[in-house]
């Protein structure tokens, strides 16, 4: 009966108020009580329980001898009746300490009960708060971690698609590169092709240039040995051709002379032949006065339709085919050429040297034929230079003189003699913008 009140108390700390109780409910019940005492773990238990009555006196008829058995006394008890009474005593005390012991037992157990319902609860309450706040705590870190963990996601996404993209760009830069070295490799190839030929090319003409250089170097020795020779051959003709140009130099003035004397009879007698036609047939410019016979440059008399005076001119019977009618003449500059208006339409200076021949009879020969312009200079280091144009015509006064030069179909350009525009001053005939003109041309020919 100890034992499992023992077992339901292991390891609990408890003040049991009970045993003070039980005791003095034995002491009431009468009697001597002896209490006993168990420890149990930290918890002690002690039962008062009441002490039985002591044995009655030994009778005289006893006390001297060495039985060990008492009997009652003879006054209170017999003998007979003595150990029925005492087993009932035992039983009795035994009973009450039954009882005792069972409601001891049920009020242990009754306070146990409601004590652990109340620790267990209070556990409960204490373990379901802590759990609380473990929960609320692992809530609060679950969520600063997830926060953490969605940023970290976040960074790494947005890490993963720079480093995608980083990746594709490589990637075609990777591919323009490896395209860019396959076309570097075939150029390589075909350049090293290239170069195999041209060495080889090189090393041909190596070949043939040393083969030449030393046939050169033969012909070189050839046509030293020769100019030796030569040299010694014209330090004689030298010698010959002094003696030679003393003796030559009278014959030379003679020959110079009678050549002089022949161009002039040949001059004379071409004028008497083309005056002696003239009286017969007049002529409108030099190119018919080349289709009546005559070959020499010089001065001729022509007849240009509605003028009343026939007019001497200078025909250039020789040059490109002759037939040339020569409007100007410019050569050291014996005549003035800054002249008026008028000076300019009529013509000046003489037809053999500097002279102008006249716009109007430039207008009236161009006007009723078509002429051909030739422009020929010559520069006082002798570099001659000349440009001819295939369809020229000079307007009337009315148009100020206006001059049309064409090449073929195409127009070369108009001047416009006596205006401003051309920079030749008011009114005054500006024929030099044509020589101008004749320039400007005549430098790109050259």
């Known amino acids: 009966m100890l034992s499992r009140p023992a077992m339901l108390l292991g390891g609990l700390l408890l003040t049991m108020a009970t045993v003070t109780g039980a005791q003095q409910r ?53 003998l007979g009746d003595w150990p029925t009474q005492r087993v009932r005593q035992l039983e009795k005390v035994l009973e009450n300490n039954t009882q005792w012991l069972q409601k001891l037992e049920r009020y242990i157990q009754m306070n146990l009960r409601s004590e652990l319902a109340q620790v267990q609860q209070h556990m409960v309450q204490n373990q379901t708060a802590t759990m609380l706040e473990l929960g609320t705590s692992l809530l609060n870190q679950t969520t600063a971690q997830t926060r953490k963990l969605t940023n970290v996601e976040a960074q790494i996404l947005n890490q993963t698609s720079r480093m995608e993209i980083q990746l594709l760009e490589t990637s075609l830069s990777t591919n323009k590169m ?32 040393q083969a030449e250089l030393a046939s050169l170097r033969g012909e070189k020795e050839r046509l030293r040995r020769l100019l030796g020779r030569q040299s010694g051959a014209l330090a004689g003709l030298e010698s010959s051709l002094r003696a030679a140009r003393s003796n030559s130099s009278l014959l030379q003035r003679q020959q110079r002379q009678l050549l002089e004397s022949v161009q ?28 009546f016979g005559a070959n020499a440059s010089g001065v001729y008399t022509i007849h240009v339709a509605n003028m009343t005076e026939p ?34 339409k009529q013509g000046f200076g003489d037809p053999a040297g500097e002279h102008w021949l006249g716009n109007e009879v430039v207008h009236q020969l161009t006007s009723r034929a078509a002429y051909s312009l030739r422009v020929e200079l010559q520069d006082w280091e002798g570099n001659e230079a000349y440009a001819q144009y295939e369809h020229f015509q000079l307007g009337s006064e009315r148009q100020l003189y206006r001059i049309c030069i064409f090449l073929g179909e195409e127009i070369l350009g ?23 003109q004749w320039l400007r041309d005549l430098r790109q020919i050259t």
């Open 311 to 344: 007019r001497k001119v200078f025909c250039d019977l020789e040059a490109n085919g002759g037939g040339w009618t020569l409007i100007q003449r410019r050569e050291n500059g014996s005549v003035n050429f800054q002249r008026n208006w008028k000076d300019y």
């Open 264 to 291: 002039r009879l040949v001059r004379v007698m071409a004028q008497g032949l083309v005056s002696v036609r003239a009286a017969e047939q007049v002529f409108q410019d030099c190119a018919e006065i080349q289709r």
């Open 414 to 436: 108009e001047v416009s003699h006596g205006t401003k525009e051309h920079g030749l001053g008011s009114r005054r005939p500006g024929f030099e913008s044509l020589i101008t």
């Open 178 to 209: 490896e395209k860019q070295l396959l076309l570097q490799g075939h150029e390589l190839h075909r350049l090293q092709g290239c170069n195999s030929a041209l060495e080889t090319r090189v090393q041909a003409l190596e070949t043939q240039q």
């Open 26 to 78: 034995g002491q009431e019940a009468g009697g001597r009580r002896r209490a006993h005492r168990v420890q149990h773990g930290q918890c002690s238990y002690t039962f008062v329980l009441p002490e039985p009555e002591p044995c009655p006196p030994e009778p005289e008829a006893f006390r001297g001898s060495n039985s060990l058995q008492r009997d009652s006394p003879a006054t209170a008890l017999n």
